[in-house]
């Protein structure tokens, strides 16, 4: 797959992605609550959690599956 995830873009992917795993799994284990009104905190927590694999992912590959339709390429070996 084409890579198409520069090195800010990767830099702040993967710390946003620790950030977000960090606070789902803190907030599923009851350090704080990130429940929003009707939505339980569990539910909250794991669709943090979630976002932040998502985020890991991509930093990690260096390939983000919605910038291809849109055409954006941040990457930094451009041609």
Do not use: K
């Not at 959690?49 to 451009?78: E, K, N």
């Amino acid at each position: 797959m084409v890579r198409n995830v520069g090195t800010l873009d990767r830099t702040v992917r993967l710390a946003l992605g620790a950030l977000f795993v960090i606070g789902g799994v803190g907030s599923y284990a009851g350090l704080f609550s990130l429940g929003l009104g009707p939505v339980p905190a569990a539910l909250g927590a794991a669709f943090v959690a979630a976002v932040g694999v998502v985020l890991l992912a991509t930093g990690f590959r260096r390939t983000c599956p919605l910038y291809l339709p849109f055409g954006i390429d941040t990457s930094d070996d451009r041609n």
